[in-house]
């Protein structure tokens, strides 16, 4: 009976192989865990709302929540929809960047000590394990679910930005990029960055 | 004695169906126009993130296990084969309870991947001990049916003991 037992077993792992070989196989999108994870072939043209009108009420980078924070003009754009939507999740921060000028939402998975001491100007902290807090709860429910937003971490091994982008994803967010390479690739490049002193002599709101 | 048993081990096929159908579904369920919202990519990404396996086996993985979820499901829930499908659940659980330790055990801050949207009994988000304990309760009728069999309406059961009554 143990051997009989042992060969169904070994059966069932071995159908459950060529099941899973056969779903890969016909699947039209194809699993990465790199680059433009599995962007359907067929690209979709969904609309993107701006960022001033995913952002309007979205809580800061403390766990606490506030007000939104005040747009600039450049912040109050319409993304451009095409554009946003053709990206796939991972992105590079020149890509980033020309979707920060078009006024789309930055998020900041990384920790308060390393958003702290700089960060994508108007970017909001939302790592991992503030989900579940009251201050990811509020900052849920005032995103726009259909607008694009980015979200990066500290680049190399860092997944806080892919489990951010899951949570994301279970709260219904459609369109979600990574930059890649993170924080330390948009610093490079000299694009713009801010610090909590930079928001706190603004006016002490992010 | 034996109805209770049977009908413990035929509730316990049932529910161990029906989650590991939903938890399969979740896994394989296409994304349409989403960019990370198809079923394969958000599990290779959620074991990915474990950092456990190597990459080439995030992709056997999250290829095999939902179809071995599948399969295991379904015949359990026929009764063909039951306690070999339980015992390859059971072999899962373990396996998912371990790498959810693992996490554990190195401090890193991880969603689990595993029901999608559906919460279970801990609060959703990122994984903690509760997780653990959720496994183990899903484990228990896993193993209950993989050492005693199916109970009522198992075909295997049915099938053997008309084999006996022949002989």
Sequence with gaps: MPLILVQRTLAIVGLGCVLGAADSWLRPTVITLKDNASAPRSEPAPTTPSRSAAARGMPAQTTTPEPAPALSDKATKTPDATSAASLGLMIDAKAAKALFDQ???????????????????????????????????????????????????????????????????????????????????????????????????????? | MSRLRHSVLFLCRIAIAALFLFAAWQKLKPGGELIVDSGPQKFAMAIHSFKILPEHLVHLAAGVIPWLEVLCAVLVLVGVWTRAAATVLSLLMIGFTAAVVSVLLRQMSLTCGCFGNLTLLCPKGVMGWCKVGENALILIPCVLVAVLGGGWLDLDRLRMSNATRNT
């Design chain 1, 103 to 206: 006024g789309v939402v930055f998020l900041d998975a990384r920790i308060q000590p390393e958003f702290d001491a700089g960060h994508v100007p108007q970017a909001f902290l939302l790592n991992s394990t503030m989900f579940g807090t009251p201050a990811a709860d509020d900052a849920m429910k005032v995103l726009d679910a259909n607008a694009p937003v980015v979200i990066y971490c500290g680049g190399g091994d860092c997944d806080a930005s892919k489990n951010v982008a899951i949570l994301l994803q279970q709260a219904g967010f459609k369109q979600i990029h990574i930059i890649e390479k993170g924080f330390p690739e948009w610093k490079e490049l000299g694009y713009p960055i801010e610090t909590a002193a930079d928001r706190t002599n603004a006016g002490g709101k992010p």
